[in-house]
């Protein structure tokens, strides 16, 4: 008991490192997030759907080979028209990963339990050197 009063600071600064190195990790299950090679094998073993959540300009701009285009203020509306099967994967996709997120939750709000957002977005789907096209 003595070595936890005399050493309070040093325990605390071990549980909030601790919780730092533990917090993306539980934000990135929350959000259900996936590495584009994920994605990849998700597209080429279960059939994937591939959707882009960006504005169609961003979209013309360069988007991954076969992506749909589901612009985020449309989403809740067009989804359901778009993906008939609830039961496939599907990967959402923006710039960098922030509106995918917010489409996951109302993918899921939806019924479409396999939705996961593509960690990174298109940029780190670029980095990766995997195919994009325009339109």
């Avoid at 190195?21 to 584009?36: E, K």
């Avoid at 993906?83 to 960098?96: D, H, R, S, W």
């Avoid at 109302?106 to 957002?117: D, M, R, S, V, W």
């Amino acid at each position: 008991m003595k070595f936890l009063v005399d050493n309070w600071v040093l325990i605390l600064i071990a549980l909030s490192s601790g919780g730092m190195l533990f917090w993306p990790m539980l934000r990135g299950a929350g959000q259900g997030s996936l590495s584009v090679q994920g994605a990849v094998q998700l597209i080429n073993r279960e059939k994937g759907v591939l959707v882009d959540v960006r504005d169609p300009q961003e979209y013309a701009a360069g988007h991954p080979v076969g992506a749909r285009n589901l612009p985020l203020e449309q989403f809740e509306a067009k989804l359901p028209g778009a993906v008939k099967n609830k039961g496939v994967p599907l990967l959402l996709i923006c710039a960098g990963g922030n509106r995918a997120s917010r489409a996951v939750a109302i993918a899921k709000k939806l019924g479409y339990e396999k939705a996961q957002a593509v960690a990174g977005g298109l940029k780190a789907w670029k980095e990766a050197n995997l195919p994009v096209e325009n339109t």
